[in-house]
């Protein structure tokens, strides 16, 4: 019998495949993507899953309304752009959004797998239609 992941595993894994999925939903047919702060265009490889509400808040740590594709320039070394993504995300998802973080979230490891299983999915998918 297979060993279970740890939910510690399970988390880092569904942020790998969350994490793609935001910079390809966001991407061109040929895997280009903006920044959602600076505009910049890069390579769905070269850029970030940006949260608005930090990833520390497990409640909006997988929100597709919480993620945006960012650099890393704005995403590490400006701190996420927080005022910038606001502005972009408007002041009625913003708000929800800092809302909904503040909330208490229990993920069982039922919750990461049915995730995982559904980005990767998705990833797959994109990537095959990316060639």
Same mark, same amino acid.
């Given at each position: 019998?297979?060993?279970?992941?740890?939910?510690?595993?399970?988390?880092?894994?569904?942020?790998?495949?969350?994490?793609l999925?935001?910079? +390809?939903?966001?991407?061109?047919?040929?895997?280009?993507?903006?920044?959602?702060?600076?505009?910049? +265009?890069?390579?769905?490889?070269?850029?970030?899953? &940006?949260?608005?509400?930090?990833?520390?808040? +497990?409640?909006?740590?997988?929100?597709?309304?919480?993620?945006?594709?960012?650099?890393?320039?704005?995403?590490?070394?400006?701190?996420?752009?927080?005022?910038?993504?606001?502005?972009?995300? &408007?002041?009625?998802?913003?708000?929800?959004m800092?809302?909904?973080?503040?909330?208490?979230?229990?993920?069982?490891?039922?919750?990461?797998?049915?995730?995982?299983?559904?980005?990767?999915s998705?990833?797959?998918?994109?990537?095959?239609?990316? &060639?």
């Amino acid at each position: 019998m297979r060993k279970k992941k740890s939910l510690p595993k399970l988390k880092a894994e569904l942020d790998k495949w969350f994490s793609l999925y935001i910079r +390809l939903k966001h991407a061109d047919h040929t895997g280009a993507v903006r920044c959602f702060t600076c505009g910049k +265009l890069h390579h769905y490889k070269d850029i970030q899953n &940006g949260h608005f509400q930090s990833r520390k808040y +497990l409640a909006t740590r997988f929100d597709e309304d919480n993620c945006r594709p960012q650099c890393v320039s704005c995403n590490i070394y400006n701190y996420g752009e927080q005022y910038k993504f606001a502005t972009r995300l &408007g002041a009625k998802k913003a708000h929800e959004m800092f809302k909904k973080a503040r909330q208490t979230a229990k993920w069982m490891r039922v919750d990461y797998d049915e995730k995982i299983s559904y980005y990767k999915s998705i990833v797959n998918k994109f990537l095959t239609e990316l &060639g």
